[in-house]
């Protein structure tokens, strides 16, 4: 029989971002949570569909995960994003300790506690402007404006293509070894 795990504490840590309003959303992301859950919840709140007691829609909401809840945080952050639009980023990592308790099946056997320090990560998203000095800051996406450098390092990474660099390929049938039409594609 294998051990099972009964329960799992985090520290309360506080949030590693200075200044955060009192009423933000908080969104927790945990290695079982679904996306699109908590993206339709934090959509409908940013959008100003569904108003606090207020009266007003949220400005500001937080995601945080831990572990192996880190990569869902960050898709979600990305997706909400671009739904919103124009929404300030502030980004902190950080680590934080993780108690689990551990139930033996054998009988007499002691629960076995771990202590375990994790990586996790807290993004603030604003509809109201943030500090830009703030280390981990992103500027909204539409507020990108290309300067000479990054434009140059653009058209290294994607050279125009002229028709001079069009080259025929050809496609063959699955079933045979016949070609089945060719096509013009560019490199």
Not at 53 to 66: A, D, E, L, P, Y
Not at 88 to 110: C, D, F, I, M, R
Request: proline fraction near 6%; hydrophobic fraction near 30%; glycine fraction near 6%.
């Amino acid at each position: 029989m294998e051990m099972q795990r009964v329960s799992r504490t985090e520290d309360s840590s506080p949030y590693p971002i200075p200044g955060l309003a009192a009423d933000v959303l908080h969104m927790r992301v945990k290695e079982g949570s679904k996306i699109r859950s908590l993206l339709q919840f934090a959509t409908t709140r940013m959008q100003g569909e569904i108003r606090d007691s207020n009266g007003t829609s949220v400005r500001q909401v937080v995601f945080t995960g831990s572990g192996r809840g880190l990569t869902k945080t960050i898709t979600c952050v990305e997706i909400l994003k671009r739904r919103v639009g124009g929404l300030h980023q502030v980004s902190k990592l950080y680590y934080k300790t993780v108690n689990e308790v551990w139930e033996n099946p054998q009988q007499g056997a002691q629960d076995v506690t771990m202590q375990r320090t994790v990586a996790a990560i807290c993004i603030l998203l604003s509809k109201d402007p943030l500090d830009p000095h703030e280390p981990g800051y992103q500027a909204p996406q539409g507020l990108n404006i290309p300067t000479q450098d990054t434009e140059r390092r653009r058209a290294l990474v994607r050279p125009d293509l002229s028709p001079s660099l069009q080259h025929p390929v050809k496609r063959r049938c699955q079933d045979d070894s016949s070609v089945c039409s060719s096509s013009t594609s560019h490199l």
